[in-house]
């Protein structure tokens, strides 16, 4: 298997339409990764491109969302299953077809390890520990996390991992993969066992791609400044050689929120300038490594 590069890309709910620009950028001069890693809100965006699709489908996707959450009150978890709908028997078709993609495809997500959490995150008590969890995140406390979630990996290769993605379990895993715990009313079960929001554990798999032994690794957050491995935000990605991987990163040069878009909504007018910021970002980096070489 060829592991020259990959890309991890970062959650951001609707912030992530600038990662699906830059994918589309990567697309539209047929650059294509070996490897796509994601969490939250970046997996679509993701497998899209891991089957060549990213531009093809471009924008019109988040307007989609955002349409379905404004007619739906922001109840994200119609949201994403409504994109899992629509958008994914393209993705399955494509991404397990026969014979199979050779583009790989890790998605994370955050399991649930003993009862007691598994009764708060999947019952009543969801949106409420949800908040705690964001106020936590502000002060950098990760303490629940650490305690209660495991950061797990899905692998449509299977080949690392005891986890595998497939065509059965892909809707539940991307689905689970994006459930922040305080505006998704849905539970998330994968396999029969209880997961939320890649998040909360890997919010940007970069450094797990560089120790799979990538060679040069690109991360694509949502935010401006500096990226996080999750949202409690103790641990930087920085750009460099970690190990003997090289790691890139594309980031916003300024908050999407300025021109529209914001995590649980969007106009339809930030949701081009955002996509068009990101493309543009991601030919400027296309542009540097032709001149690197």
């Not at 988040?62 to 629509?86: E, F, G, L, P, Y």
């Not at 949202?231 to 050689?241: C, D, Q, S, T, W």
């Not at 970690?242 to 999407?256: E, F, H, M, N, R």
């Not at 929120?257 to 969007?266: C, M, R």
Request: overall charge neutral; charged content about 20%; hydrophobic content about 45%.
């Amino acid at each position: 298997m060829d592991k020259r590069f990959a890309v991890a890309a970062a959650s951001g709910t609707f912030k992530g339409v600038f990662t699906h620009g830059v994918l589309a950028a990567f697309e539209s001069a047929q650059f294509f990764a070996d490897a796509y890693a994601c969490a939250s809100s970046s997996v679509i965006s993701s497998t899209l491109a891991a089957i060549g699709a990213a531009r093809s489908v471009g924008v019109a996707y988040w307007q989609d969302a955002d349409t379905m959450a404004r007619s739906s009150d922001k109840n994200m978890s119609r949201v994403v299953m409504h994109s899992i709908h629509r958008y994914g028997p393209l993705i399955k078709n494509a991404l397990f077809s026969s014979p199979p993609n050779r583009i790989r495809v890790l998605v994370f997500v955050s399991a649930v390890n003993n009862d007691d959490a598994a009764a708060v995150t999947q019952g009543d008590g969801a949106e409420r520990l949800g908040k705690r969890l964001l106020i936590n995140a502000l002060k950098g406390d990760n303490t629940w996390a650490e305690k209660n979630l495991d950061k797990v990996c899905f692998d449509n290769q299977a080949i690392e991992f005891g986890f595998s993605l497939t065509p059965d379990n892909f809707d539940e895993v991307v689905y689970a993969s994006t459930r922040m715990l305080h505006a998704w009313k849905q539970p998330a079960w994968v396999d029969g066992k209880p997961c939320i929001d890649a998040s909360y554990t890997c919010m940007c798999p970069a450094y797990e791609l560089c120790a799979m032994g990538y060679q040069e690794v690109l991360a694509i957050g949502t935010e401006p400044g500096t990226l996080f491995t999750d949202i409690f935000r103790k641990r930087a990605i920085e750009e460099g050689m970690i190990g003997t991987a090289k790691l890139s990163i594309i980031v916003p040069d300024y908050d999407l929120k300025t021109v529209g878009v914001d995590f649980t909504s969007a106009t339809d007018d930030g949701l081009k300038a955002a996509y068009h910021h990101g493309y543009q970002k991601g030919l400027a980096f296309l542009a540097s490594q032709i001149r690197r070489k």
